[in-house]
């Protein structure tokens, strides 16, 4: 099994090459740091950059049984335009790219994340950044929408869930399918801007499971999400939360 995966050097993404590798799968990384183990090939990129991402694709030719698009940022201030690039248009430039080299069968995984779930509520906003010719279309958006670096990061999240659900029709077509997974807090170097970012808010949600989730955790669901054992799954959005979710709604319900 040859696997790409966005974003394998740290995090999330580190640990599915980990489990990856621990299977038997060869593994090639794209990602803007050089991973340090449990990678065969790696393919230096900078998702924020169309041609970075064009260059990337350009040297390889699969074929692959399988993309896992990892590769995110973070709610920073000041990163507005970086968060929407990476998290969601280069995803979904290199996803398009990579279609062509896949076998069929294979799988396709977006890592969203929890941030992402009220995409419904904001779906105007989603289409309308999916409606855009690419990054360049990026300025006038964030400027014109008001977008701040929260607002970015969840929008970016929502719309890959959202441009997921979109591609199951076109993917069947093609034997392929596509899944993706909305991971709450998880224990990477990153927490602390999640933290940040979402205040008081977030803290209570751990507090209330128990704790973060782990990358572990996280990349047991992407390898079962790739593996045949789940060929019956396709378009879904999996939430990963340790019940923040369930407690969540809990709450709304009066139960």
Excluded at 190 to 204: H, N, S
Aim: proline share 4%; net charge negative.
């Amino acid at each position: 099994m040859h696997i790409a995966l966005t974003g394998g050097a740290t995090g999330i993404g580190a640990a599915v090459a980990a489990k990856l590798k621990s299977r038997g799968a060869t593994v090639t990384a794209f990602d803007l740091n050089e991973p340090q183990d449990n990678v065969d090939r790696w393919i230096r990129v900078d998702m924020s950059d169309p041609g970075s991402v064009e260059a990337a694709i350009a040297q390889v030719d699969g074929p692959f049984d399988g993309l896992v698009n990892n590769a995110g940022l973070p709610p920073r201030p000041g990163l507005e335009r970086a968060i929407l690039a990476v998290n969601f248009t280069g995803l979904v430039q290199l996803a398009d790219a990579m279609i062509p080299k896949l076998n069929k069968g294979s799988a396709i995984i977006n890592t969203a994340s929890r941030a992402g779930a009220f995409w419904r509520d904001n779906l105007d906003q989603v289409k309308a950044l999916m409606a855009l010719g690419g990054t360049a279309e990026l300025d006038g958006f964030i400027a014109g929408q008001g977008i701040d670096h929260v607002r970015a990061y969840n929008l970016s999240k929502e719309a890959v869930i959202v441009w997921g659900l979109a591609q199951t029709e076109r993917l069947i077509g093609l034997d392929l399918r596509l899944n993706s997974v909305s991971p709450a807090a998880v224990s990477t170097a990153i927490l602390d801007d999640f933290a940040t970012a979402f205040g008081d808010r977030m803290a209570g949600n751990v507090a209330r499971v128990g704790r973060p989730g782990h990358p572990q955790e996280v990349a047991d669901l992407i390898v079962f999400l790739l593996s045949d054992e789940s060929r019956w799954l396709k378009g879904n959005d999996f939430t990963i939360d340790g019940g923040m979710s369930a407690l969540a709604m809990c709450d709304q319900l009066g139960l």
